[in-house]
């Protein structure tokens, strides 16, 4: 894969995460249980927040700094997740928007002038990561996560459809 590979796939997922989203009415932003408790609005907020660690382990290496991983206790990350969700419940959705609009451009113009495309996927070049290229890190902070999060919005978007329907 290359740079402008992980670009387009990044891109690709977005608007398709875009997409589902412009399938809801602004009134069911806020309404829990789309992904456990979260409604969209929390959804939102939690991608945004895996988007801006993805930015900033790129500043970090574009740096030549020591990455500076997120530490989680929980196999699932439930630890990290719950705290995020803590500091961001209580925002406007419209500055929940702004983040998850804002990270996403960052990364892709931090990830467009990366400048080393080499150590973008060279699985020796970060120790922190373990034997993993950024590049999968990157991935799956940002596409990866919104994909999964997107099956988890339209799996609600159908129960409710069937809701409605009386199904």
């Known amino acids: 894969m ?8 990044i891109e690709a997922e977005r608007r398709a995460l875009e997409a589902t989203l412009a ?3 602004a009134e069911d932003m806020l309404v829990e249980g ?7 609005k929390d959804t939102l907020a939690h991608i945004a927040m895996w988007y801006s660690r993805a930015v900033t382990m790129l500043f970090q290496a574009e740096r030549g700094k020591a990455l500076q991983l997120p530490q989680s206790n929980a196999p699932d990350w439930s630890d990290v997740n719950a705290r ?6 209580d925002r406007p959705l419209d500055r929940i928007q702004a983040d998850f609009y804002g990270a996403h451009q960052q990364l892709v113009k931090r990830l467009s002038a990366w400048a080393d ?3 973008l996927f060279d699985p020796r070049r970060y120790p922190a990561l373990e034997g993993h290229a950024l590049a999968d890190y990157i991935w799956d902070y940002t596409g990866g996560h919104s994909a999964e999060h997107r099956a988890q919005i339209e799996a609600w978007l159908a129960r409710r459809a069937r809701t409605a329907h009386g199904s």
């Open 34 to 40: 789309v992904v456990g408790v979260w409604s969209i």
């Open 84 to 89: 995020d969700y803590a500091s961001q419940k």
């Open 117 to 119: 495309e080499a150590a």
């Open 2 to 9: 290359s740079k402008a590979e992980l670009i387009s796939r």
């Open 23 to 25: 399938r809801i009415p």
